[in-house]
């Protein structure tokens, strides 16, 4: 009966899945310790959910969306642990299975984001964001005679993946304007011009497109558009 009470403690506190593999279940107090260190914050959440609040720092992959999300978490890196969480637990639990069954390390916020809020956890709201008009837009592509758009969002994985390449795109080219767009609230630009994956860049050149591309894109890819 002892051994079967040190049992139950230790399920509280470690998922086991099938074979060796575990994922961690922390609550609120060391899951915010755990953040402090050099990690990767996931919110597994959708869209939705994530605008009406969210940990600081945290992409974004909806688990809902299967398709999406492995598309997504395939910019996450593996040599990181992955610190994932939803609302109340039940959708976090199956992703983090997931990710631990691709190689990463995983530690799941037990009750989720709920738990976080009852622990008086500081959370980060959508802000009211006012729509980008096509009128400005357009008047935005004439910075430059090279105009790249880059239409992303900070919580999206490739989207991070991403900075390094952009920032030693525009350390080549000087003379190319890049001006990045909040995917996840210029909805009506994303619908006139088409955006339907993040990241997605736009080249333009004297107000017109002339490239564009999506997804996790290699530099010289962009210097080849460029020339």
């Keep these: 009966m ?3 009470k040190i049992g139950w403690v230790i399920c509280l506190s470690v998922y086991c899945l099938s074979g060796e593999a575990q994922i961690q279940q922390i609550d609120a107090n060391i899951f915010e310790q755990r ?14 959910e994530f605008n009406q609040g969210h940990l600081k720092d945290a992409m974004l992959a909806d688990w809902k ?3 999406e999300f492995e598309r997504r ?3 996450i890196d593996k040599d990181k642990p992955v610190l994932v969480y939803c609302l109340s637990g039940g959708r976090s639990l199956q992703a983090a299975e997931y990710l631990n069954n691709k190689g990463f390390e995983v530690i799941e916020l037990k009750g989720g984001i709920n738990a976080w809020k009852q622990a008086d956890k500081a959370i980060q709201g959508a802000e009211k964001v006012v729509e ?5 837009y357009v008047a935005m592509l004439q910075s430059a005679e090279y105009v ?35 995917a ?9 011009h088409e955006i339907v994956e993040m990241p997605t860049y736009i ?10 591309t999506s997804g996790v894109t290699e530099l010289r890819k962009f210097t080849e558009a460029l020339q």
């Excluded at 980008?132 to 400005?136: A, F, G, L, N, T």
């Excluded at 996840?184 to 006139?192: D, R, V």
């Excluded at 080249?203 to 564009?212: A, M």
């Design 2 to 4: 002892k051994s079967l």
């Design 35 to 48: 953040l402090s260190g050099d990690v990767q914050l996931l919110d597994v959440r959708t869209p939705e």
């Design 65 to 67: 969306e299967k398709e």
């Design 73 to 75: 978490v395939e910019a």
């Design 132 to 136: 980008i008009s096509e009128d400005s």
């Design 148 to 182: 790249l758009i880059n239409f992303g969002a900070s919580w999206c994985p490739p989207c991070r993946k991403m900075e390094p390449v952009l920032e030693a795109l525009q350390q080549e080219h000087t003379e190319l304007s890049i001006i990045d767009i909040d």
């Design 184 to 192: 996840g609230t210029q909805t009506a630009l994303m619908k006139s």
């Design 203 to 212: 080249l333009y050149k004297n107000g017109n497109e002339i490239w564009r």
